[in-house]
């Protein structure tokens, strides 16, 4: 049965432009589910949207507690957004853990839909609580929706076959249903999905749909749901679009190079948060002919790595700065050899294990310099989760082209988000390949030879008949590939390894200034592209003089950064670290920045760094 026969005497919705919401309970409450699911209908419906799934450090937090909460925020609108949204209009919240961690956040007068039936004595104990919030007056600034869910799910699923308190797993499909009911979303492609997922005769499936319903159904009953909102579809530009998490696209992207460059795919990688759904996914693709190799650890995944790259194949690693310090010396290794490798560094918050679920640009410096003697490096950065398609696919050309390993730097942000991307024509991507190496029997094999043009070395796969030659750790004479001591000759690869990597200045495309104003650049990497470019868009409105420019390439920066830096009067650079971009660029271009730094394992503010530019450019000191 369509949703559409429940909604007869729907009263017409309010419409609004767009909305910021956040589902939010305990880690075994199903939010990243429901939140997903209510994206996954929104995008159907044509609405654009960025999401921003946030789950417990730990991996069993102590249940009912705020250290436990697990929340998904969706910002979903009839216009073009780029971030997940600053602060909540709407919060579910499934427990007292899951108000108290979140409740500051909802904007004032906001709406804020409780599970009363978690609001027990014990479980506001557990968050924190002396008294119930729902009753004690604290939440009179915010119109506050209660709803029994418990009661109402173990009623709804009675004759599912589910028994005992496994009905409760259900009660996230319960605020999935009210909140299609609220937002004015079809119910019929999230019971496709439990269809397909759980079978639509099991317990569990039928539960769910159960749940689903009568969340919806209690929408339309009780009287103070009965104010509705309909958010209309965004006018996106023409053609085929699906709703894409940051790993996914890049590991789609990965897939898309080797087959440009008509090269097998190896992966070789040990799990870890929140690098491994780009291995899980690679995984499923088999039928490519795409290897994938889970490690016994990273220093393995690396290792095998590196042994694919000699043997001939686009090869992948994926980590996160604690793997990325255990990569690093066989990552030095084949810098020496120089073999085109791509390593997807997914940072996270650090140090050690640090905040292993929570985002922070923490790892640029490392990736700068973390190898030990002079050991320069590409780094290509990733700015969104629909670019990482793109991002993953140019550190790949530039591995293949230069021989030579390639940093691609992404985030536990970027990593888990979604947002819609529109399908690339895969014929119009770019031939990338690179032939193997040839040698014509006339005189010994120079594994060493360079092009001219871009110092890459030939790329010779063993076994080749006069093509013999020795790779290693050892310093390397610059033409033979023999082991060479003299003192000479390793200044002279020193500065041709560095040379190579400068060369690829020439090869990447310009950074590109969104806006004309010249009192303040914003200068950004990463994912803090969405928060700043909405505050650059909300302060130019004001007519204020400001300037976003955002850094795909940072190893070597693109040749026109200089001339960008000095067209503006300051410049101001937000980053979820303590300014690792700013000593990068005071050092390579003696440009004083303004930083705007901050590592709470959460991705930048829009309104934050808004209000930073107006400090800047009243003279206020941050």
């Known amino acids: 049965m369509s949703d559409d026969t429940l909604t007869e005497s729907r009263p017409a919705p309010e419409q609004i432009k767009d909305v910021v919401i956040r589902f939010a309970g305990d880690s075994g409450d199903g939010m990243q589910l429901a939140g997903t699911q209510f994206t996954a209908s929104s995008a159907l419906f044509g609405n654009d949207l960025?999401?921003?799934?946030?789950?417990?450090?730990?991996?069993?937090?102590?249940?009912?507690?705020?250290?436990?909460?697990?929340?998904?925020?969706?910002?979903?609108?009839?216009?073009?957004?780029?971030?997940?949204?600053?602060?909540?209009?709407?919060?579910?919240?499934?427990?007292?853990?899951?108000?108290?961690?979140?409740?500051?956040?909802?904007?004032?007068?906001?709406?804020?839909?409780?599970?009363?039936?978690?609001?027990?004595?014990?479980?506001?104990?557990?968050?924190?609580?002396?008294?119930?919030?729902?009753?004690?007056?604290?939440?009179?600034?915010?119109?506050?929706?209660?709803?029994?869910?418990?009661?109402?799910?173990?009623?709804?699923?009675?004759?599912?076959?589910?028994?005992?308190?496994?009905?409760?797993?259900?009660?996230?499909?319960?605020?999935?249903?009210?909140?299609?009911?609220?937002?004015?979303?079809?119910?019929?492609?999230?019971?496709?999905?439990?269809?397909?997922?759980?079978?639509?005769?099991?317990?569990?499936?039928?539960?769910?749909?159960?749940?689903?319903?009568?969340?919806?159904?209690?929408?339309?009953?009780?009287?103070?749901?009965?104010?509705?909102?309909?958010?209309?579809?965004?006018?996106l530009p023409a053609g085929e679009y699906t709703n894409v998490i940051g790993n996914v696209a890049s590991a789609w992207g990965i897939m898309a190079a080797a087959d440009k460059a008509n090269l097998p795919l190896f992966l070789g990688s040990y799990p870890i948060t929140p690098a491994t759904t780009i291995l899980e996914e690679l995984a499923r693709h088999r039928n490519f002919g795409i290897k994938t190799f889970q490690a016994e650890d990273e220093i393995a995944g690396i290792g095998a790595t590196l042994g694919a790259a000699v043997a001939g194949s686009l090869a992948i690693t994926t980590t996160s700065g604690p793997g990325l310090a255990l990569k690093s010396e066989t990552l030095s290794l084949a810098l020496m050899i120089e073999l085109p490798m791509i390593i997807v560094d997914v940072q996270r918050g650090g140090p050690s294990t640090g905040l292993p679920t929570k985002v922070e640009q923490s790892d640029l410096l490392?990736?700068?310099?973390?190898?030990?003697?002079?050991?320069?490096?590409?780094?290509?950065?990733?700015?969104?989760?629909?670019?990482?398609?793109?991002?993953?696919?140019?550190?790949?050309?530039?591995?293949?082209?230069?021989?030579?390993?390639?940093?691609?730097?992404?985030?536990?942000?970027?990593?888990?988000?979604?947002?819609?991307?529109?399908?690339?024509?895969?014929?119009?991507?770019?031939?990338?390949?690179?032939?193997?190496?040839?040698?014509?029997?006339?005189g010994p094999f120079l594994p060493y030879e360079r092009d001219p043009e871009t110092l890459a070395r030939e790329w010779a796969i063993p076994g080749q008949t006069g093509m013999e030659h020795r790779v290693g750790g050892l310093e390397k004479d610059s033409q033979t590939g023999n082991v060479s001591y003299v003192p000479e000759n390793h200044e002279h690869m020193s500065h041709l390894r560095d040379a190579k990597i400068q060369q690829i200045q020439a090869d990447i495309a310009d950074v590109e200034v969104h806006g004309d104003g010249t009192d303040l650049l914003v200068l950004g990497w990463g994912s803090t592209y969405g928060a700043i470019r909405t505050a650059v868009d909300r302060v130019n409105k004001e007519g204020l003089s400001v300037s976003h420019a955002h850094l795909r390439h940072i190893s070597p920066f693109p040749k026109n950064l200089g001339d960008v830096l000095a067209r503006h009067d300051r410049v101001l650079i937000p980053e979820i670290n303590l300014g690792q971009l700013s000593k990068l660029i005071r050092a390579e271009y003696g440009v004083d920045s303004t930083g705007y730094n901050r590592v709470l394992g959460q991705p930048l503010r829009a309104r934050f760094i808004e209000s930073e530019i107006h400090d800047i450019l009243n003279g206020e000191t941050s």
Request: aromatic share 10%.
């Open 50 to 235: 960025s999401t921003f799934p946030n789950f417990p450090a730990e991996i069993r937090a102590p249940q009912g507690t705020v250290g436990g909460v697990s929340s998904f925020q969706v910002h979903i609108a009839d216009w073009d957004i780029l971030t997940p949204g600053d602060r909540p209009d709407c919060l579910v919240a499934m427990n007292p853990a899951a108000l108290k961690a979140n409740v500051d956040d909802v904007v004032p007068g906001g709406l804020i839909l409780v599970n009363t039936d978690a609001f027990d004595e014990r479980n506001l104990g557990k968050a924190g609580y002396d008294e119930n919030p729902i009753d004690n007056g604290s939440l009179d600034t915010y119109t506050v929706l209660k709803a029994p869910m418990e009661e109402l799910t173990k009623d709804a699923v009675k004759d599912s076959g589910v028994k005992g308190r496994a009905a409760l797993r259900s009660k996230n499909f319960f605020a999935l249903g009210l909140m299609s009911w609220i937002y004015t979303r079809s119910l019929d492609p999230i019971i496709e999905w439990v269809d397909d997922k759980f079978g639509a005769d099991t317990p569990v499936g039928s539960a769910n749909v159960s749940a689903l319903r009568a969340g919806y159904n209690y929408g339309i009953t009780t009287e103070a749901f009965h104010h509705t909102y309909e958010i209309n579809p965004a006018p």
């Open 366 to 442: 490392f990736a700068m310099y973390g190898r030990h003697g002079e050991a320069p490096l590409p780094i290509v950065s990733t700015s969104s989760p629909s670019d990482a398609f793109d991002a993953a696919f140019e550190a790949a050309r530039i591995a293949i082209k230069y021989m030579t390993p390639v940093i691609l730097l992404t985030d536990g942000y970027i990593a888990t988000s979604s947002e819609p991307w529109k399908l690339p024509d895969l014929d119009a991507l770019p031939d990338i390949s690179r032939p193997y190496a040839t040698h014509n029997g006339e």
